[in-house]
C-alpha cells in the first residue's frame, strides 16, 4: 500500500495521493475491527451521521442536524482560505474511503476516526496532539462579523491580540477614567467651593453605597459572555480591578450606565436581630442551642434583688452541673452585666452533654435578658453571646487514635548479643 500524506496546520490531515483502492477485502477474516464491519457493501447506510454502538449501527439525529447546518454554512463563506480548506476536506474524506474500500457518500465522521487511527497509530497521549481529519467550519475558531467590515478587514486594531473585545474592553475602561479625570479637574478649577459641597453631601454616598450593595460585579463566565469570548482569571482581575476604581470616583454618576451593564441585581437580606419582648405579666422566654443541646428559658425579676432563683429541669444549678466550669458558663451572662441574683430563671434543656447544655442555656439566657435593657444588649453584643456557637468536635480520622492525635509509635530493638572469641 502506497500512499503520501500532507499535514495541515493545525493537526488536520488530508490524503494527497492514493494508489490502493481495494484494502479493506484484503484484510484478514479474523481481523475484528469496525472498519471491516463499515466497509462491507451489506452495511450501506443513508446519507446522515451514524455512529457505531455494539455491534448495531443506530441514527444520530443530532449529529444529522450538525451536518445539515455545517452544509447549510458553507454556502455562506466568503473566505477564499476557508474554502480552498473545505474542498481539501471532502478530497482528503473521499480519498480516505476509498483507500478503505467504503463508500465515500456513507463514509461517517466515527469511520473516518476508525481510519485514521487504524493507518496511523499513534502512542501519543495527549488527544488533541493526535491526527485527525474534522470539518473546517467546525474545527477553525469563529470570526465575529461585528470586528470585520465588507471587504473582510478589521475594525479595530485588538482584532490581531487573539482577544479583541477584552483588550478593546481595558482601552475603553481607560477612556472612561481619563474622561472622568478631565470632568473633575474642570470642576474644581470652575467653582471649587461648590465641588466640595457636592462631595460631601451625604444623600449622595447613602444612594452609592446602597446601589453597591444591591449589586454586584458580574463573574468570569457572565463576562465572557457579553465579550463572546474566552479570558483567564488574570484578564478578569484586571477588568474588575479597573471597573471597581471607575466605581469609587468621585466623578461615577456620570457613567453610571456604562457600569450598570457590569453589574447584576442581587437580592439584600438584612439580617435584623430580633430581641426578645417581655409578655404582659413581665416575663422572657428564649431558646438556645449548642452542639446538639437545646434549651428553654423563662426569665422575671425577682421580688427581692440579690435573691434570684436558677432552676434547671426541676433541680438546682448545683446539682446539674457539679463541675465549676459549667456552672461558670451558665452564670456568665449574668456577671457580664452585673445582674447576679436580680432575676427569676427556669430553664429546660435535653439531647447533648453537659457542656453542650450549659452552652446553650448561657445562649438562651443572654437572648432573655436584651428584653429587659437596652445596656444588655451592647454587653452581650461585644461578647458575641447572642449568636450561636457553632463550634464542634472534630470527628476522628481513620488511622488515628483521634481527630488530631496519632498512634504511639513503638520500635522493637532485639537483643544483640556479643560473643567474644
Not at 439584600?268 to 417581655?278: H, P
Not at 430553664?347 to 448561657?362: F, H, P
Request: charged letters at 30%; glycine letters at 6%.
Amino acid at each position: 500500500m502506497a500512499s503520501a500524506w500532507r499535514f495541515y496546520r493545525h493537526g488536520i490531515v488530508v490524503l494527497q495521493s492514493v494508489r490502493v483502492l481495494d484494502t479493506a477485502s484484503r484484510l484478514p477474516r479474523c481481523f475484528k475491527h469496525p472498519l471491516r464491519r463499515c466497509c462491507s457493501t451489506s452495511n450501506t447506510q443513508a446519507l446522515g451521521q451514524l455512529f457505531v454502538s455494539g455491534d448495531k449501527t443506530v441514527l444520530d439525529p443530532k449529529r444529522a442536524a450538525r451536518l445539515a447546518e455545517l452544509k447549510a454554512m458553507e454556502e455562506t463563506v466568503t473566505d477564499p482560505e476557508i474554502k480552498k480548506e473545505i474542498a481539501a476536506y471532502y478530497e482528503g474524506k473521499n480519498k480516505l474511503a476509498t483507500m478503505m474500500g467504503c463508500n465515500p457518500d456513507t463514509f461517517t465522521e466515527q469511520d473516518i476516526d476508525d481510519a485514521i487511527r487504524y493507518l496511523l497509530p499513534s502512542g501519543l497521549t495527549a488527544k488533541d496532539a493526535r491526527p485527525f481529519l474534522k470539518h473546517p467550519l467546525e474545527y477553525y475558531p469563529k470570526k465575529d462579523v461585528l470586528f470585520l467590515d465588507a471587504n473582510g478587514r478589521p475594525l479595530k486594531a485588538g482584532f490581531y491580540t487573539g482577544c479583541p473585545a477584552y483588550y478593546d474592553l481595558v482601552y475603553e475602561l481607560l477612556e472612561k477614567t481619563r474622561q472622568l479625570d478631565e470632568r473633575l479637574v474642570a470642576s474644581r478649577s470652575a467653582d471649587k467651593r461648590l465641588h466640595m459641597k457636592a462631595g460631601k453631601n451625604v444623600s449622595d454616598e447613602t444612594v452609592s453605597s446602597s446601589h453597591q450593595d444591591s449589586t454586584r460585579w458580574l463573574e468570569l463566565s457572565e463576562i465572557q459572555e457579553v465579550l463572546k469570548e474566552k479570558i483567564s482569571e488574570e484578564q478578569y482581575d484586571a477588568v474588575l480591578t479597573r471597573l471597581k476604581a471607575l466605581a469609587n470616583h468621585p466623578m461615577a454618576e456620570a457613567i453610571q450606565p456604562f457600569l450598570d451593564q457590569y453589574r447584576r441585581l442581587v437580592l439584600v437580606l438584612q439580617e435584623r436581630n430580633k430581641r426578645i419582648e417581655l409578655d404582659e405579666n413581665g416575663v422572657a422566654h428564649a431558646s438556645g442551642k449548642r452542639k446538639t443541646a437545646e434549651a428553654e428559658v423563662t426569665v422575671s425579676r425577682a421580688a427581692t434583688s440579690g435573691e434570684g432563683t436558677i432552676m434547671i429541669n426541676d433541680g438546682s444549678l448545683l446539682e446539674v452541673f457539679p463541675l465549676i466550669q459549667t456552672r461558670q458558663q451558665v452564670l456568665f451572662p449574668l456577671i457580664l452585666v452585673n445582674a447576679l441574683g436580680q432575676f427569676d430563671i427556669k430553664a429546660t434543656v435535653q439531647n447533648g452533654g453537659s457542656s453542650g447544655q450549659a452552652g446553650a442555656i448561657r445562649h438562651a439566657l443572654s437572648n432573655a435578658l436584651v428584653a429587659f435593657s437596652n445596656d444588655y444588649y451592647e454587653k452581650l453584643q461585644n461578647a458575641g453571646l447572642l449568636k450561636r456557637d457553632t463550634r464542634r468536635k472534630e470527628r476522628k480520622k481513620p488511622g488515628q487514635k483521634k481527630a488530631r492525635r496519632k498512634f504511639a509509635k513503638f520500635v522493637r530493638m532485639n537483643n544483640i548479643c556479643l560473643f567474644l572469641l
